[in-house]
């Protein structure tokens, strides 16, 4: 997992779902890969994971800010557009 963004109002995070542990014995069955983003919209209190074709989209618009940079309100404009898609409350684990 690794912190991407955060913001007052945002906070992006990449998940490696099979990621191995270091420590961890490979696995018998190889197993399909689930990266994906989590966004959490602090203001609603609401989160939503991106994986598959979503999390295609997201990555590509992430290489495209590594090559011109946003401002926070492009970036903030985006996330609130992803925002949108938040149903799921968050909760502590």
């Not at 399909?32 to 602090?42: C, T």
């Not at 011109?68 to 949108?84: C, F, K, R, S, V």
Request: aromatic share 8%.
């Amino acid at each position: 997992m690794q912190m991407l963004y955060d913001s007052d109002s945002f906070v992006v995070v990449q998940i490696h779902a099979n990621a191995p542990e270091e420590s961890a014995p490979l696995p018998v069955v190889p197993e399909l890969a689930r990266h994906g983003f989590e966004i959490v919209d602090k203001r609603s209190g609401k989160e939503v994971y991106l994986d598959g074709s979503w999390a295609e989209m997201f990555q590509q618009r992430l290489n495209g800010w590594q090559k011109n940079t946003p401002t926070q309100e492009e970036i903030e404009d985006t996330l609130e557009g992803y925002a949108e898609l938040a149903h799921t409350p968050i909760s502590l684990h």
